[in-house]
Structure formats: structure tokens, C-alpha cells
């Protein structure tokens, strides 16, 4: 089986603190922000936007000190993904899988009215979180770029090549590096639901071979954000329907 191209880099102590913070801190803080996910918690508008704003500033500074860690040793910062991709069609495969997994996803939350008012009452508890207007979607949008960018460059340019010094480079240990990572990723989307979980490690598996194959987070970075940005102006809509329905159900006992 041919080589798949991943350098196998030492990894020093400080990389050894970074995946800890990255593999059991963020977990406990996860379950903490996923307690407070389940309380009936209303954040007035300019709350929200700070807690976007706080929300990027930390994945920005965090990505930050990732990407400082791993050029201390010399490394390539190509490795951990800045690069062109290489665009093979196994590449080209893959991110239309995410195209049209993320497609099929929404028509069958959204595409036919039973559908619609299902999801929308599942998600209604979320939209605390959420964009609820436009104000609120383009200060959403700097957080979905943080998300995009960041979380790419932490768990897939920096976490894969971490685990892969443990697993090695052959391909069954790149697989056991990708399927981790994935698992950890979803695992901090919890707040979400177990559902969302399944689909964001589906997801996040498809982002890491996209990665490896293509030796790039370019393809990863651009549909993550799309995908994120896509979700908050989704929570504009579930709101106004939402608003619509108690409209029309206040109009009805009146």
C-alpha cells in the first residue's frame, strides 16, 4: 500500500501540554458548557454578541499559541496545512459528499412542512445561542470564521499530526488519528444532541481525510465556516417562524 505522504514530526513537552488541554481540558469544559446548554438561560441581545465575540477572540488566541508551538521545533507550517490543496479526484469525491450530506441534511429537517416543525421544535431550546436577527448573524459570522479556521487548524492540522507521533504514519495509523480527533470534535458538540453528534463525527471524518489526502485545511476551512455561517442565519429563520406560529395561536384563542 502506497505511503500517505503524512511526515511523522517528535513532539516535544510542550506539545504534550497543548494535546492535553486540547484532549482532556476542553472535554471537562464541554460538559460544563453543555449543563448550562440544557438550562432555560435567555441572553439579551448584546450578551449574545459578547459571548460570540469572547467565544473567537479565545479560539483565535488559542489556534495562535497552536501554530507557535508547532513551528518552536522548526517545523513546516505547510504540514500543518497551509498549502494549496491537492485537488485529486478522491478530494474532489469527498467535498461533494460534504456538499450533498449537508444538502439531504437540511431537506430533511426543513424541506417538507412536517419536517420543518419537528426540527423547529427541537432547536427552539437552542436559538438562546443562536443569530436571532441580522445584527446578531454578522457578528455571528466572526465567531463562524474563528470556528472555520480555528478548530480546523487545532483539531485537524495540529491534533492528527500529534496522535500520528503515537499511532505512526502508515495508513492504519493515520485512520486511528482521524477517527480520535473526529470523535473528540464531536464529543465537544454535545450541547448540540446526540444526533448533531453522530452527524458532526460523520462530518469531521470526512474533513480529515480531506486533509490528509489533499495535505491542505484550505477545502476544510472554507466549507467549515460556510457551514457554521449557514447554521446561524438558519436560526433566523426558526425564530420567525416560530414568532409566526405564537401569532397565529394568540389570534386563534382570541
Known amino acids: 500500500m502506497m505511503n500517505p505522504g503524512m511526515v511523522l514530526y517528535d513532539m516535544t513537552l510542550i506539545d504534550h501540554i497543548v494535546a492535553m488541554l486540547v484532549c482532556v481540558v476542553a472535554p471537562v469544559l464541554a460538559l460544563t458548557s453543555r449543563q448550562m446548554a440544557m438550562e432555560d438561560i435567555r441572553l439579551e441581545p448584546e450578551e449574545k454578541i459578547r459571548l460570540y465575540h469572547s467565544n473567537a477572540l479565545l479560539l483565535f488566541v ?17 504540514a500543518l496545512g497551509f498549502d494549496w490543496p491537492v485537488l485529486s479526484p478522491v478530494v474532489l ?85 482521524c477517527f480520535f480527533s473526529s470523535a473528540l470534535f464531536a464529543f465537544l458538540h454535545g450541547y448540540q444532541g446526540y444526533k448533531s453528534v453522530i452527524k458532526i463525527f460523520f462530518l469531521a471524518m470526512l474533513f480529515a481525510a480531506i486533509f490528509v489526502l489533499s495535505q491542505s485545511l484550505v477545502l476544510v476551512m472554507i466549507i467549515h465556516t460556510l457551514i457554521d455561517v449557514l447554521s446561524g442565519w438558519l436560526g433566523i429563520y426558526i425564530l420567525k417562524n416560530f414568532q409566526q406560529q405564537d401569532e397565529a395561536e394568540n389570534e386563534t384563542e382570541v
Open 62 to 78: 488559542f489556534t495562535l499559541v497552536v501554530i507557535t508551538v508547532w513551528r518552536l521545533p522548526g517545523r513546516s507550517v505547510i
Open 93 to 177: 469525491l469527498l467535498t461533494l459528499a460534504v456538499v450533498l450530506f449537508y444538502a439531504l441534511d437540511y431537506f430533511f429537517q426543513y424541506g417538507i412542512p412536517k419536517w420543518r416543525a419537528k426540527t423547529m421544535q427541537q432547536r427552539h431550546a437552542s436559538l438562546t445561542f443562536v443569530p436571532t436577527n441580522t445584527k446578531e448573524l454578522l457578528h455571528f459570522v466572526f465567531l463562524a470564521l474563528a470556528a472555520g479556521i480555528g478548530e480546523e487548524i487545532i483539531f485537524r492540522g495540529y491534533l492528527i499530526h500529534y496522535i500520528v507521533y503515537w499511532t505512526g504514519n502508515a495508513w492504519t495509523g493515520i485512520l486511528v488519528a
